[in-house]
């Protein structure tokens, strides 16, 4: 069976043996296996109950990037920490495709009330023997324009942090949250982790390449999301998360697509898609 439901997560099967796995919980994608090898990171103490987020995989952040004063939400919105409804398989060939929604009925009555807007989001996962493809549409079903920021907020499994490479981002412009958010221009084509590193590189080309350190490339192509962040929260930050172990910040890193440095502008009645497809080079 390509695709089937149980226990609120859908496990994604293709022939040539690749898999993954999605939580209902936040449409949040939590293992994707392929040639054998898990590619994302689920920490080992991620609570799974859906009283928070998932610590892991690809949490989907809308509408809000971090939090915003004129929006009383919790941090990165209430996609990550809503449930979704399974919406079935889309196709079933070469790749198998299953798709998930979220409605604006489906939220509390707070959530509604800190962002009201009518809206319905439709998230496709998509897996192949080597990619994996994570697609989100915004349909703004007011007559008013939307403004809201989404991402791919994804964790890569990494064997040492200290091998870990990302190429793409040189010459772009990002903001230092470690820094207070002071902005400066990457000069490196490689950019390596040995400290807290959290960064929102702005209006960056769709082509970006992670290196895992061991031997194996990444290639992750986006389209719709203007914006990069690299992440890594290293001892303290690590050590400051209940549901992140002292030590994982090794074998992990944050490489996440979005829109998330200017609002993305929705006219009532239209549609916006973005996404990431990840190959294994
Ligand atoms: O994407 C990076 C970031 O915004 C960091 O600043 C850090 O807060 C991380 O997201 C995790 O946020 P969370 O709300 O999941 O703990």
Redesign the pocket.
């Known amino acids: 069976m390509p695709a089937q439901e149980s226990n609120k997560v859908v496990t994604l099967q293709h022939p040539s043996g690749a898999t993954a796995k999605v939580s209902l919980f936040g449409a949040t994608v939590t293992s994707w296996i392929s040639n054998g090898i898990e590619r994302l990171f689920v920490s080992k103490d991620a609570i799974l109950d859906g009283s928070k ?1 998932i ?1 892991g995989g690809i ?1 989907l952040v809308f509408p809000i ?2 939090t915003k004063a004129h929006i009383p939400l919790p ?2 919105g209430f996609a990550r920490n809503s449930y979704w409804d399974y919406l079935g398989i889309l196709t079933d060939n070469d790749e198998v495709a299953v798709r998930f929604s979220l409605k604006d009925n489906q939220l509390t009555k707070d959530q509604r009330q800190s962002w009201p807007h009518s809206f319905r989001l439709v998230y496709t996962v998509t897996l192949t023997a080597t990619q994996l493809k994570t697609y989100l549409t915004v349909k703004n079903e007011d007559s008013d324009t939307m403004e809201f920021n989404t ?1 791919l ?1 994804t964790y890569f499994r990494v064997k040492d942090i200290a091998n870990v490479s990302v190429e793409g981002l040189s010459s772009y412009t990002f903001a230092d ?1 470690v820094a207070g958010g002071a902005t400066s221009v990457e000069n490196r084509d490689k950019i390596t982790i040995a400290e807290e590193v ?1 960064r929102v590189y702005q209006d960056v080309q769709d082509h970006l390449q992670l290196n895992t350190g061991d031997g194996q490339k990444l290639m992750i192509d986006k389209s719709g999301m203007k914006d990069t ?1 690299v ?1 890594n ?1 290293w001892i303290e930050k690590a050590q400051g ?1 209940g549901d992140f172990g002292n030590e994982e910040y090794h074998e992990m890193i ?1 490489v ?1 697509v979005g829109s998330v440095a200017q609002w993305v502008h929705l006219e009532g009645g239209q549609t916006w898609t973005g996404g990431q497809t990840i190959s294994i080079a």
Request: charged residues 25%; neutral net charge; contains cysteine.
């Open positions: 987020a610590r949490p990037f971090g941090q990165h991402l907020h949250k959290d962040v992440w929260p998360m944050c996440e």
